[in-house]
Structures are given as C-alpha cells and as structure tokens.
C-alpha cells in the first residue's frame, strides 16, 4: 500500500503517525461519522495463501471490536483496501510506553505499577472474552495525556519467520516480549500474556530489556533456555517483595506463574497496601490504592455500566438550555430507567410541583427543573445497580438511611439562607455523602465486615478502620469515584467530614452545603442507631455542635423528620424498598408517632410491589380519548405495565397517546416552541423505538432545512451535518416537502426508490429506513420531523400508530402557528 496515499476507503489521510516493519499508522478523517481516527495498514511480504491471513486478520479484529472497557483502544472497523487489510482504531493522543521508557529510563515501583496495573486489568477482560494479546509490549501501551494506559493492537500481532529464509514455520509477536513456551513447542495460552507483562514491570522499573541480544534469533534462544534473573542489588534496588513478582510472572514453567492476569493484578494490589501500612500515605500512593480499587470494581460487570450511566448524566451542564436535551438523550437510552423516572414524576411525592401528568422526561425537567431531573436519575441508577441477593437487606438499609438523609438535607435547605439557591443540590450532596462507604459494602464485601470487626475491635471511626483494610479511607474512596463520575465540586467538598469539635459559621454557599450534609448524615444515624433513652442526650449533643452554623430548634427538627418520613415513604412505593421493616423506618416513625402511617404506607409498598403500579400509572391507563388538531380523533390505548422494556405494538399507542394529551396540557399551559417541539420528538422517539428522531427547521438565508436537535444514536454529530436545500432536487426529500405528504422508505437500497435518496444523506447517516413527515403551512414547508431505524424494513406502522404519529405531527404545526 502507498505510504503517500491521500485517502483510505472513505477516509481522509492526515498524516503518518508510525512505521513498522510491515505496518503504517496514519491519523485519518472519517467524514461520516466525523471524528478522527488512526488507521493501521498491515503488508503481508509472503505470498502464498495471503487472501486466507487477511481474512483472518479481519475476522479476529471483528472479534476484538466487541470488546470495551476503559484501558483497551477499541477497534471501530477492519477492511482491506489495494490489496492489503487496515483495522480503524479509536484516536488516542499521548505516547507510548516505549517514548516514556526512552524519556525517562527506570521508573519508580509506584509509577510501574500504576502503569501495569490497569494493563493487567485490560489483559484480564480480554482474556474473559475468549482473547489472548499475543503481542503485549510497550509500544502497544499508549499513555494518554491524563496518564491512563490504554493497549492497542489485540489480536493484530505482526508476523515474523522462525528461522532466516523460511516462511512456513511462523511466529506471531516481537521476540523480546515472546514466552519461551510459544518459542520451543508453540504453545498459545493467557501466560503468554502474563509472561510479557513481567517482562515489561521488569523494564519499567530496571530501566532496560529483560532479555537483550544482538539479533532476535539470540533473543529468543536465551528467552527459552535461560532463566530471567533481577540485577545484583548494588546495580538496582527493587523491593524483595515486587521482585519476586516480577521473578514469578517470568518463570519458565507456566505453571509457576500467576494463574490469571487478575491474580498478578491482585498481589500487586497486596503489594501496594504492605508498603502503605508501614508509612503514612501519600497522594501518590492513595492515588494508585484507588486506581487498584476501581479496577476491581469493573471485574464486577455492573460496574463500568454504572460509571458510565452515572457520568453521561455528570457530562450534562444545566446552564446550557441545549442541556435538557442533552439530559433527555442520556436518560432515554436506558428504557427502565426512563420509566421509573416518568412513575415517580408523577406520584404524590412530587405533587407539589403541579403540571399534571408527566408522560416524557423533557416536560419532567419543565415542571420539576434540570437539577431534580438529574439528581432523580442519578439516585435511581445508583440504587438499581447496588442489589445483590447475598447482602441485599444490609445494602437497603443503607441506602434508606441515605436517601432519608437527603430528604433531611432538601427540608433544611428550603428554610436555610438564599445561600442555598437550589435545595435539590442539598438533596444530591447528602445522598452521596457516604459513596465510599455505600460501593464498598457493595464492591468488597469482605472487606467492608472487616472494616466493621476493626471499628469494634480498636473503637475508632470508620475513616481509620477503612484505611487500615483498605488502604484507603471510605472517604477518600468516596471523593475518588465521585471525581472520575464527573460530580459538581459542592458535592465533591460536602463528602469531606467535618472536625470533631463545634462547627464554625459558614462562610461561603459551599460550606453552607456540606454542613447541612455533614449534619443530615449525622442526625440520620443517630436516629436509625440510638436507644430511645438515649435520644435526648444525643439531639443535644449535636445540637450544641452545630449551634452557630445552623441553629435549629427542636420542634423544627421534629416537623422536618416527620416531613422527611411522609415523603420517604411516598418515594418507597416507586422503587420499592420497604421502609417499613428497615430498622431506620421503624425507628423515624418511632421518634415522630408515625408508626401506623408506616405500617399502612408499607402495606401500600407490598400491594405496589404486586402490581407495579402507582396511582399516576393507574390514571394513566384509564381509556383516553382525544379530539387533536384538524379534526383527526384518536384511537384509544391504555399505559401497559411493561414500560421498562422496548416498546411493542401494544404500549407503543399507550405511549402515544398519553404523549399527546400531555403536549395538549402543554400547549394550554402555553410552554415555549421549543420545549413543546422538544417533548413531541421525544414521544415520538419512546414510543417507536427508532434509531433516532431528529427535527429540521427551516433557515431562510440559507434556503434550507438545517438540523436543529432531536434524539437518538449520534444525535449531536447527525444534527450538525443534517442540512439540505429547499431548491429543487428530484428525491424523497423534496417531494415530501413540495407536495406536504408523508413518506415512509423501506430500504433505501430498494432499485426503485436507490435513486432517490440524495447523496447527502448517504454520507451521512447509515440509517438503510427513514419516514418524513413534513410540516407545511398554507404549502410552504417551515420544518421537517424525521425518523429511521438501522435495517431495512425495520419501521413498521400499522393504520393507528400512523394515525398517532400524525397527531404529533400536528401539534408540532399548531405550536408554530402559535408562535407565528
């Protein structure tokens, strides 16, 4: 393949970011999905059965491309090109492995391991997924600028031949990074792996080779016949304890070596903690204690999907208007979530806030704001993800006692100063003050019973106790995931425990937050663990140490427990978490002469826990019948129980329907274009199932439909190249518009119709179905709804969802006229 070639199939080449051998990495453009990405082209110089090796390259990088987790370099495309095969690749700045090495020489052990650490992990899920490296060296580790590692070329090893001049018997992989069991008998296993990760700890921290020669074949005779020793001590000084890991990932036998990645991942984990125990911690080594952490957590599959459900929310900036979009799009692309959301919204919880039925997330963030909306999301994430049956009772308790405490933290900051402006941040604040503590119990449940064996044990605090077993304290744990899950800095500084002692005024909001936190927390404990008698006693000392930063008084801190405790157990019904058994339940009620308005509020979570449904679910399904714009007259449906899953023919028009009576309410209720826009996509887009749903509205200058938002996959990057002229052109799109009709197309590629889909569209959406429905008014076409699914043939809408959809269609038209 040329090396000057200017483009690469689709692909636009930039530049030449490094050569091989039998490779070149350019940095290329892909104008379809518009983003940048590095492309690997390979060469074979051997001829025979050549077709038969790129085949194979292709299919084994298909395999690879499935993989994801946070320090692999996924594979977006393999393909071949003027006779040889390229593999597309996500583009990561930084530099290698090998560029730091060369920089830098001998690393200390802490930075080695932080860098090998997460390449084990890496290793470790490509080895669950059936994947073996074969070809694991540093100048396969990218380190980005934010000193993540991250390895690259999984299944894609170059190939070499095992002896000068012959080309049956090959090997695949560099010669200093090979295991000597592959180099004499060809044996393909995970220790290979294993293997060539000591070998690169074993550089990292002695600044040099393991293994040198003069050419490979040498390299590869004293790999296989002559054991790897560490420098004498007075060359280099490792500590005898990572020494003799390294020594056991590079023995001979591979049965003497670690027997996964994740066991050579573990004692160095060990390792770390050993060294932590006898000094005090540094940042440095708190740092690499909770990077070991984090990876533990992702060998728990449920892990990586709550990190990035919790940090796709985080992302979202409630100061950009374009953000309730941004947060809709977020939230919509888990359907059970979405509708847990959509059930709590509308109960009496939340009845305080008016609007009447809720049917989609942008009118829940109209009636109830953004920072409700995220802070709702977020709590039910982190509660449906933190379930396990073998410590199930404990966890709920725990996270009664923390939403209880936020309910506290809401109360109080309505009454606080106009410091506060919002109280849902002391809601959040409060919820996630103790996350430490929470994804331990969660995470490392052993460990989380030593830590409480330590507490009584030794009488200390938990902080202390915690950093004793884990090496780092819940706090700081807590502050750590809290960071990499991209949470605000007053929810960061409010997980901070105060001191001991009396607390001082506050002198900025900030502070202000993390005292009602701190003290939130503090009274909740009290009440979910202390004796009656010993109640008085108790409310006085914290009292008193709170006296001058918030002053509340006792008959206060009655009526905000007894508010709290209403609303808890109104939320309980939607997520179902039985208050009334949890020990924090009983006790509130206790303390406020609740206790039968829990008992009934518990039956009412049972009978909920039956049915699955709220009161709003219930008036919801109630037969609905509309009379919308222009005369069209819906058909009837009824909300199914089955929300949380895809939409089906059946709740697919329950969707609808209930969508339309809640942009009727809108629309009365005189929303702004845009919001009422906004939720008719988003009906549209729930209810259907589509790919993406995306409006266009007209731009006068320009003489164009241009995209201006919607929902759905790559919604944000469709909508900025979703442009196309008003001007006459003979396909699909101008006769939509022209003649105001709308038009389903089945299969874009279909003879009849392939000539009609504009080139435009073609480069940029993949989409092989679409439908139109053009919004005309008095013949002039002012916007366009579109809508598509990735298969062929993949929309299919009977007479009454037509009829539905169409509806929408016409509200959107009425809001416009509105606004004309």
Not at 216 to 222: A, G, L, S, T, V
């Amino acid at each position: 393949m040329n090396q000057d070639l200017q483009k690469i199939d689709r692909f636009e080449v930039t530049r030449i970011l490094g050569k091989g051998a039998q490779s070149v990495v350019y940095l290329a453009y892909d104008p379809k999905l518009q983003r940048e990405v590095a492309i690997k082209t390979l060469h074979f110089t051997k001829q025979k059965d050549q077709q038969n090796e790129i085949q194979a390259l292709i299919q084994e990088s298909r395999t690879v491309s499935k993989m994801r987790h946070p320090n692999l370099v996924p594979i977006f495309e393999a393909g071949e090109y003027e006779g040889d095969p390229y593999l597309v690749f996500e583009y990561v700045e930084g530099k290698t492995l090998s560029d730091l090495l060369r920089e830098k020489g001998a690393l200390s052990a802490n930075e080695a391991i932080g860098i090998i650490a997460p390449v084990l992990d890496a290793v470790a899920h490509a080895h669950q997924n059936g994947i073996i490296h074969r070809d694991l060296k540093p100048s396969n580790i990218l380190i980005s600028p934010e000193g993540i590692p991250r390895v690259m070329d999984f299944g894609i090893a170059e190939r070499i031949s095992d002896k000068p001049g012959e080309h049956d018997d090959v090997l695949i992989g560099t010669p200093a990074y090979m295991a000597p069991e592959y180099i004499d008998g060809r044996i393909i296993s995970e220790k290979n792996d294993i293997f060539a990760a000591g070998l690169i700890l074993y550089e990292m921290v002695v600044g040099h080779k393991a293994v040198q020669g003069s050419n490979i074949y040498q390299i590869m005779h004293r790999i296989a016949s002559e054991p790897i020793e560490l420098p004498p001590s007075g060359e280099i000084s490792i500590d005898e304890k990572l020494g003799d890991i390294i020594l056991k990932a590079l023995a001979k036998n591979p049965l003497d070596r670690y027997a996964s990645a994740e066991e050579m991942g573990d004692a160095l984990h060990s390792f770390m903690l050993a060294g932590e125990e006898t000094a005090p911690p540094s940042a440095e080594s708190k740092q690499s204690t909770l990077d070991f952490l984090l990876r533990r957590m992702r060998h728990r599959g449920d892990f990586p999907a709550l990190s990035e459900s919790v940090s796709s929310i985080n992302r979202v900036v409630s100061s950009d208007r374009e953000s309730i979009n941004k947060l809709s799009n977020s939230i919509l692309k888990d359907f059970a979530l979405t509708n847990k959301i959509l059930r709590l919204v509308n109960t009496a919880f939340y009845s305080t806030y008016g609007g009447g039925t809720i049917s989609t997330i942008s009118r829940a963030v109209i009636i109830l704001g953004f920072d409700a909306v995220r802070n709702i999301a977020v709590t039910l994430i982190l509660f449906e993800h933190m379930q396990n049956k073998a410590h199930a009772t404990h966890l709920k308790e725990e996270f009664i006692q923390t939403l209880f405490s936020g309910l506290i933290a809401k109360d109080i900051a309505k009454g606080a100063s106009k410091d506060i402006k919002d109280p849902e941040e002391a809601f959040i604040c409060s919820m996630f003050h103790n996350l430490g503590r929470l994804l331990a119990m969660f995470y490392f449940q052993e460990e989380a019973e030593s830590i409480n064996r330590v507490m009584a044990q030794k009488e200390c605090n938990e902080d202390i106790a915690s950093a004793q077993v884990l090496g780092i304290s819940y706090q700081d744990l807590g502050i750590g995931i809290a960071k990499t899950w991209g949470f605000p800095e007053q929810i960061v500084h409010s997980m901070r425990k105060l001191p001991p002692d009396s607390i001082p005024r506050p002198k900025t909001a900030m502070d202000r937050l993390r005292i009602i936190t701190s003290f939130s927390n503090e009274l909740c404990a009290i009440v979910a663990h202390t004796p009656s008698e010993d109640r008085l006693k108790s409310i006085k000392k914290l009292s008193g140490r709170y006296g001058d930063s918030m002053p509340i008084q006792e008959k206060q801190l009655q009526q905000t427990l007894e508010k709290a405790l209403d609303e808890i157990t109104q939320f309980a019904g939607t997520v179902r978490l039985g208050v009334r058994e949890s020990r924090i339940g009983k006790q509130a009620a206790n303390w406020t002469g609740h206790t039968h308005q829990v008992e009934v509020a518990g039956a009412s979570e049972h009978a909920a826990e039956g049915t699955e449904l709220t009161e709003a679910e219930a008036q919801m399904q109630d037969t609905v019948a509309i009379t919308a714009t222009e005369g069209v007259t819906l058909a009837q449906g009824k909300l199914p129980e089955g929300m949380g899953n895809k939409p089906d023919a059946g709740n697919a028009q329950a969707i609808l329907t209930a969508g339309i009576q809640d942009i009727s309410n809108s629309l009365v209720d005189g929303c702004s274009l845009n919001d009422l826009l906004r939720m008719i996509l988003e009906t549209m887009y729930r209810s259907m199932d589509f790919q993406r749903v995306l409006l266009c509205i007209k731009d006068a200058k320009q003489n164009a439909m241009v995209g201006r938002f919607g929902f759905g996959e790559d919604i944000n990057q469709i909508v900025k190249t979703f442009k196309f002229p008003l001007s006459y052109t003979p396909d699909v799109f101008h006769a939509a518009l022209s003649k105001g009709v709308d038009i389903l197309i089945s299969d874009i590629n279909e003879p009849k119709i392939k000539d009609r889909i504009p080139d435009w569209y073609r480069k940029t959406i993949t989409a092989q179905t679409f439908v139109l429905f053009p919004l005309n008014i008095k013949n002039v076409p002012v916007a366009l709804i579109y809508a598509d699914k990735e298969a062929a043939g993949g929309i299919n809408m009977p007479e009454n969802e037509l009829s539905l959809l169409r509806t929408l269609r016409n509200q959107a038209l009425l809001a416009i006229k509105q606004t004309l």
